[in-house]
């Protein structure tokens, strides 16, 4: 098994739980918590060296992070 692969799996996993139960309840936090199941997924295609699977992955997290941020500073402006 390739390093990327179990590091990958192991990120997933913490981040999939701290994105379930976060501790700070705020919409920030919220979303730092799902980026981080997000870059143990990254890590799980770059195992498998799924170049366009990576691209797509990365072009949408980063529109995604844009929109996400938009979205809470609307909400919490007064």
Do not use: N, Q
Not at 1 to 11: K, N, R, S
Not at 13 to 38: C, M, N, Q, W
Not at 58 to 67: W, Y
């Amino acid at each position: 098994m390739a390093p990327e692969l179990i590091l990958g799996l192991a990120i997933l996993i913490i981040g999939a739980v701290a994105a379930a139960f976060p501790r700070p309840k705020t919409y920030l936090s919220r979303i730092i918590s799902l980026e981080i199941p997000g870059w143990g997924l990254l890590l799980v295609m770059l195992a498998y060296d799924e170049t366009l699977a990576l691209l797509t992955f990365i072009a949408v997290t980063a529109i995604s992070t844009f929109v996400m941020v938009r979205v809470v500073e609307r909400r919490e402006a007064p």
